[in-house]
């Protein structure tokens, strides 16, 4: 039995069906040979006892013409009455002749035959032949004497024997009949036994695939119900044939894999749960922080200006009032504290103005850059006069943003240009735009002393300064200034080193969706590139921060104009408030 239980469900199924199989074909050939005997018997009824029965009777008729035959020749003589006679002994060797073949499986049946052949002749030989011949040589009287008792008592028995061959062929064609009724009865069985068979093999195989496909699946599609339903530590066994018990393995296997890597997911989830709350503590604790900042920001506009504010007055009084009157040492003294004093007010208005991007917003609105290089031209106007410098600009778009960071930005730019010249050449300062995918890139380009490669990241890091502040004054934050403002637009800002002449700053800014989509309908009409041009408003410019197409606005030394606000709008006194103190 263990062997069996390890047959596969393909064997199982396999040797039933050759069970079956076998028995049908045995029983198929077994009704074969039963048909071919019950056919035999019907022939043989058909065919030979019946004809028999037939000829027999016909013998008889026969043998009874020749008897009446010879009777009448003896009263008349004439041998017209022998012609029956004749007729009946031609048509009885006729008809044993047609017996005989007829005969080969019923011996008893041809002995009977030959009895009666016998007995006919006996009676010919001893009472017809006489008769015949006495009745033709002495007339009819003599030919009737000889026609005794004991003649017909000779002719009775070749009716005995007529009548044993009759009894004869009907026991053979009983036998006959009594054969087919049985093996009539035999091939019924047979067929029944075969519908048996058949009926027996589908109820085991109904049975069997119930017992080993239908209950170990049903049994194997619950466990992984409940698996599925979440219950992934419940173990899944098989039952059945080895391919159901290995399919469970291998589901198992599988349920063992997930719930394995939902444990990690699990353990995960709870790491990251613990770092997420870490990290609200932390951002807790940065909000926190960003209050104590904005306290300290507070303290030192307000608290920490006031003392500067009159240590700068004091030694300003002092240089005033003591100066020459003192040592040449002292009056050196007094000038280092009033130029210390005043670069920290400087300092911490630059951090208070970096610390508050972002966080003192009015909010994105449309703003029109073309606007705000007219305020940046009017800012920066004091300083251009005094370096005898040139601002010009293409056609620039219109962003979203905040006014006044982007003009802190554009100011910032194009102060740091105008502050890092070259001796001896009139700054020239360029501002550009053009649409790249959808954004706006933004091109500040002047022909000032430029900036080495190995130093493009470093300008924009807080308080990193590339030149002494007696070459140069700043407080070195002006370009972070500049990344913080173009970061908090969602841009990015970068030095383009490849410039054969002087610095390019360019950076990025996200494009309206309208001029993104009249740049796309532009190009697909013109089956080309996008061109833009100033007449929609989006400026482009080349490699050299140039736009093509469209008229510059220059803002030079008392000739400067701008089609929105102009640079007569600039303060009076050519000053730009606290933004010149705010440039890096």
Same mark, same amino acid.
């Given at each position: !039995?263990?062997?069996?239980?390890?047959?596969?469900?393909?064997?199982?199924?396999?040797?039933?069906?050759?069970?079956?199989?076998? @028995?049908?074909?045995?029983?198929?050939?077994?009704?074969?040979?039963?048909?071919?005997?019950?056919?035999?018997?019907?022939?043989?009824?058909?065919?030979?006892?019946?004809?028999?029965?037939?000829?027999?009777?016909?013998?008889?008729?026969?043998?009874?013409?020749?008897?009446? +035959?010879?009777?009448?020749?003896?009263? +008349?003589?004439?041998?017209?009455?022998? #012609?029956?006679?004749?007729?009946?002994? &031609?048509?009885?060797?006729?008809?044993?002749?047609?017996?005989?073949?007829?005969?080969?499986?019923?011996?008893?049946?041809?002995?009977? @035959?030959?009895?009666?052949?016998?007995?006919?002749?006996?009676?010919?030989?001893?009472?017809?032949?006489?008769?015949?011949?006495?009745?033709?040589?002495?007339?009819?009287?003599?030919?009737?004497?000889?026609?005794?008792? %004991?003649?017909?008592?000779?002719?009775?028995?070749?009716?005995?024997?007529?009548?044993?061959?009759?009894?004869?062929?009907?026991?053979?064609?009983? %036998?006959?009949?009594?054969?087919?009724?049985?093996?009539?009865?035999?091939?019924?069985? @047979?067929?029944?036994?075969? $519908?048996?068979?058949?009926?027996?093999?589908?109820?085991?195989?109904?049975?069997?695939?119930?017992? !080993?496909?239908?209950?170990?699946?049903?049994?194997?599609?619950?466990?992984?119900?409940?698996?599925?339903?979440?219950?992934?530590?419940?173990?899944?066994?098989?039952?059945?044939?080895?391919?159901?018990?290995?399919?469970?393995?291998?589901?198992?296997?599988?349920?063992?894999?997930?719930?394995?890597?939902?444990?990690?997911?699990?353990?995960?989830?709870?790491?990251?749960?613990?770092?997420?709350?870490?990290?609200?503590?932390?951002?807790?604790?940065?909000?926190?922080?960003?209050?104590?900042?904005?306290? *300290?920001?507070?303290?030192?506009?307000?608290?920490?200006?006031?003392?500067?504010?009159?240590?700068?007055?004091?030694? %300003?009084?002092?240089?005033?009032?003591?100066?020459?009157?003192?040592?040449?040492?002292?009056?050196?003294?007094?000038?280092? &504290?009033?130029?210390?004093?005043?670069? !920290?007010?400087? $300092?911490?208005?630059?951090?208070?103005? *970096?610390?508050?991007?972002?966080?003192?917003?009015?909010? /994105?609105?449309?703003?029109?850059?073309?606007?705000? !290089?007219?305020?940046?031209?009017?800012?920066?106007?004091?300083?251009?006069?005094?370096?005898?410098?040139?601002?010009?600009?293409?056609?620039?778009?219109?962003?979203?943003?905040?006014?006044?960071? @982007?003009?802190?930005?554009? #100011?910032?730019?194009?102060?740091?240009?105008?502050? *890092?010249?070259?001796?001896?050449?009139?700054?020239?300062?360029?501002?550009?735009?053009?649409?790249?995918?959808?954004?706006?890139?933004?091109?500040?380009?002047?022909?000032?002393?430029?900036?080495?490669?190995?130093?493009?990241?470093?300008?924009?890091?807080?308080?990193?300064?590339?030149?002494?502040?007696?070459?140069?004054?700043?407080?070195?934050?002006?370009?972070?200034?500049?990344?913080?403002?173009?970061?908090?637009?969602?841009?990015?800002?970068?030095?383009?080193?490849?410039?054969?002449?002087?610095?390019?700053?360019? /950076?990025?800014?996200? #494009?309206?969706?309208?001029?993104?989509?009249?740049?796309?309908?532009?190009?697909?009409?013109?089956?080309?590139?996008?061109?833009?041009?100033?007449?929609?408003?989006?400026?482009?410019?080349?490699?050299?921060?140039?736009?093509?197409?469209?008229?510059?606005?220059?803002?030079?030394?008392?000739?400067?104009?701008?089609?929105?606000?102009?640079?007569?709008? #600039?303060?009076?006194?050519?000053?730009?408030?606290?933004?010149?103190?705010?440039?890096?």
């Amino acid at each position: !039995m263990t062997g069996v239980r390890e047959w596969t469900l393909r064997q199982r199924v396999v040797s039933l069906l050759a069970v079956v199989a076998v @028995l049908l074909v045995g029983l198929a050939g077994g009704a074969v040979v039963v048909a071919a005997k019950n056919r035999t018997h019907i022939d043989a009824i058909l065919n030979k006892t019946g004809p028999l029965r037939v000829q027999a009777q016909e013998v008889l008729n026969s043998l009874l013409d020749q008897e009446t +035959s010879v009777r009448g020749f003896a009263v +008349s003589g004439d041998q017209a009455d022998l #012609a029956p006679y004749d007729a009946g002994r &031609a048509r009885e060797r006729e008809l044993v002749a047609e017996m005989q073949p007829l005969l080969r499986d019923y011996p008893a049946i041809r002995e009977q @035959l030959r009895v009666v052949e016998e007995r006919a002749e006996a009676w010919r030989q001893a009472v017809a032949v006489p008769v015949i011949t006495t009745t033709e040589q002495s007339g009819t009287a003599a030919g009737q004497a000889l026609v005794t008792d %004991q003649a017909r008592a000779q002719f009775d028995q070749v009716r005995a024997a007529l009548d044993n061959l009759q009894s004869e062929i009907i026991e053979a064609r009983q %036998q006959s009949a009594e054969d087919v009724r049985r093996t009539s009865d035999l091939l019924v069985v @047979l067929l029944i036994a075969a $519908l048996a068979v058949v009926v027996i093999a589908g109820s085991m195989l109904l049975i069997s695939l119930d017992k !080993m496909v239908v209950r170990p699946l049903t049994g194997l599609a619950d466990q992984v119900r409940e698996v599925a339903e979440g219950d992934y530590r419940n173990g899944i066994t098989g039952a059945g044939p080895p391919e159901f018990v290995r399919l469970a393995g291998d589901v198992d296997a599988m349920r063992r894999k997930i719930a394995k890597e939902l444990d990690e997911v699990r353990e995960a989830r709870e790491r990251i749960e613990w770092v997420n709350s870490q990290l609200q503590k932390q951002a807790e604790e940065l909000t926190r922080s960003n209050r104590d900042l904005e306290q *300290f920001a507070y303290v030192a506009s307000h608290d920490l200006q006031e003392p500067l504010r009159k240590v700068a007055s004091f030694c %300003q009084l002092l240089q005033r009032r003591y100066a020459g009157q003192l040592d040449e040492r002292a009056d050196q003294y007094i000038a280092f &504290a009033v130029d210390g004093a005043q670069r !920290m007010q400087r $300092l911490i208005n630059d951090l208070l103005a *970096f610390s508050r991007i972002g966080r003192l917003t009015t909010g /994105f609105t449309e703003v029109d850059m073309n606007k705000v !290089m007219g305020d940046v031209a009017g800012q920066t106007e004091a300083a251009r006069q005094y370096a005898d410098a040139e601002l010009t600009w293409d056609e620039l778009p219109v962003v979203r943003g905040e006014e006044p960071l @982007l003009t802190n930005l554009l #100011a910032n730019l194009v102060s740091n240009s105008i502050k *890092f010249r070259r001796p001896d050449v009139p700054p020239k300062v360029h501002v550009s735009a053009r649409l790249v995918g959808d954004e706006w890139e933004i091109s500040c380009q002047d022909n000032g002393i430029g900036i080495e490669p190995e130093f493009a990241d470093k300008i924009f890091v807080i308080f990193q300064r590339l030149h002494a502040k007696d070459a140069y004054p700043g407080t070195g934050i002006g370009l972070a200034i500049v990344k913080k403002i173009v970061e908090y637009h969602g841009g990015r800002v970068w030095v383009d080193t490849g410039t054969e002449e002087g610095t390019a700053i360019r /950076f990025t800014l996200p #494009a309206l969706p309208e001029d993104v989509e009249a740049a796309t309908a532009a190009a697909a009409d013109a089956d080309g590139p996008a061109t833009d041009d100033a007449g929609d408003g989006d400026g482009t410019s080349g490699d050299d921060g140039g736009a093509t197409g469209v008229p510059e606005q220059a803002a030079g030394s008392g000739d400067e104009t701008d089609a929105t606000d102009g640079p007569d709008r #600039a303060p009076a006194g050519g000053r730009t408030g606290d933004m010149r103190e705010t440039v890096g």
